[in-house]
Structure formats: structure tokens, C-alpha cells
């Protein structure tokens, strides 16, 4: 497609659940990142993929945490065990490597977790 | 580490005003991006507007501009004409512009101003 495209948009998870998040970047794009975004507050970075490479976790807040892109492509995020304080929308963005000439990045809608 | 800061928490405006966003930032960088984006309910980050640091010229995008003091580190946006559709979250945003191959090659952000339009 044109544009990130993430799933589900909304995921109500019972604590101890685990839950999956899926991000399809623009095509082409080298670099895609995730994002955790509590309410009320601005984007906080979780991981970092180039290409199928995970160069980057140092945001992921605990082991539950796990995210994959197996094939330079679509990247998964998932949960392991859910707590309360994992509720929050999980933002993919994606972009060439370094930005390319403008350095954008691009978002996709979010994911909106609520675990009860 | 960069840090972004937004010191308005919430802004309101009347309709067809002029409003002003506040953002200061630190870096020791020299070469480096910074980004408004919008977020409105729906949640999908939309930008606003681009400013390449090695750029004097302040960028404008419609009715949207930016004041860019790179000594100070302030990059503020001013929007004109304000219209219902403006009402959002704003978000300033810092990338640097040297590959690190890491997370900082992603975006830091500010905690947001919530822009609410008077009609």
C-alpha cells in the first residue's frame, strides 16, 4: 500500500494475555521503528529494525517485549503476559535509511492496547 | 542524548487567529532535522512542516511557519488563519541527520501541545 498500515487498530487484552501487533512499512523503506505512546504524552521509542536486522532495543521496557521483521519487510510486536501499564498505542513508523533527503519518517494509525 | 521541550501543555485560540506552539531543544549536533507534527484523534501522526538545520531561511507550509533559532535552540510554529481542522495534538520532534544506526536515527519527541480552537 501507500501508506504504514497497522493491525488490529484497537486490541482489548485480559492482564496476562499476550497480544500481537503487526506494522506492513511503505515499501522500500529500510528502516522502521516502533514506538510506544501513553496517553497524554509524546512518542517514546521501543526498537529499531534495518531491514530484518534489530539493531536497537534499548527502549523495549522489559523481557515481556519482543519484536520481530524476519523478512526486511513486516515486523511484528508482541507482548508476552500484559500488565496494566502496557496500555498505550504502539505507533510503526517507517523511513529510508538516514531519512533520505528529508529525513521523514512515516506513521501508520497506531495500535490502541487496553489491558483490563 | 537530545531532549525536546514543549513548554504548553494545552493552547486555545479563537478561529481565524494567529497562535504560536513553543519548542526548545538540546543537542550537541550540528546536522540535524527538526518536525511539527500533527496528531489529531484518529491518531495518525500527520507533519506539519520540515526544517533542515543547516537552513537560515525559516520553512512555511500554507498557513504554517516556523520561527528557527538554531543558536538558541528554539523552533517554534506559528499557525495563521486558524481553522477548526487545526484542533490537535502538536508535536515538535528532533532526528539527527548523521546515521548511528540506532535508535537515535528515529525521531525524539516533545510531550505535546493540545491545540484547541475556540469557534
Known amino acids: 500500500g501507500a501508506g504504514v498500515s497497522q493491525s488490529p487498530r484497537y486490541k482489548v487484552a485480559k492482564r496476562g494475555q499476550d497480544v500481537a501487533l503487526r506494522c506492513d512499512p511503505i515499501s522500500g523503506h529500510v528502516s522502521l521503528f516502533w514506538y510506544q505512546q501513553a496517553l497524554g504524552q509524546g512518542p517514546e521509542f521501543l526498537t529499531y529494525?534495518?531491514?530484518?536486522?534489530?539493531?536497537?532495543k534499548s527502549g523495549l521496557p522489559s523481557d515481556r517485549f519482543f519484536a520481530e521483521r524476519p523478512e526486511g519487510s513486516v515486523s511484528t510486536l508482541k507482548i508476552q503476559r500484559t500488565q496494566q501499564e502496557d496500555s498505550a498505542v504502539y505507533l510503526c513508523?517507517?523511513?529510508?535509511?538516514?531519512?533520505?533527503?528529508?529525513?521523514?519518517?512515516?506513521f501508520g494509525e497506531g495500535s490502541r492496547l487496553t489491558v483490563l | 542524548a537530545q531532549t525536546v521541550t514543549q513548554s504548553q501543555p494545552e493552547m486555545s485560540v479563537q478561529e481565524a487567529e494567529t497562535v504560536t506552539l513553543s519548542c526548545t531543544y538540546d543537542t550537541s549536533e550540528s546536522d540535524y532535522y527538526l518536525f511539527w507534527y500533527k496528531q489529531p484523534p484518529s491518531r495518525q501522526m500527520i507533519l506539519v512542516i520540515r526544517?533542515?538545520?543547516?537552513?537560515?531561511q525559516n520553512a512555511t507550509e500554507n498557513r504554517f511557519s516556523v520561527n528557527f533559532q538554531k543558536a538558541a535552540k528554539s523552533f517554534s510554529l506559528k499557525i495563521s488563519d486558524s481553522q477548526l481542522g487545526d484542533a490537535a495534538m502538536y508535536f515538535c520532534?528532533?532526528?539527527?541527520?548523521?546515521?548511528?544506526?540506532?535508535?537515535?536515527?528515529?525521531?525524539?519527541f516533545g510531550k505535546g501541545t493540545h491545540l484547541i480552537i475556540q469557534p
Open positions: 526544517q533542515e538545520a543547516y537552513k537560515q
Open positions: 520532534a528532533y532526528r539527527s541527520a548523521v546515521y548511528s544506526g540506532g535508535g537515535a536515527d528515529g525521531l525524539t
Open positions: 529494525f534495518q531491514n530484518e536486522a534489530q539493531l536497537d
Open positions: 513508523a517507517s523511513s529510508f535509511l538516514t531519512g533520505g533527503p528529508t529525513g521523514e519518517l512515516f
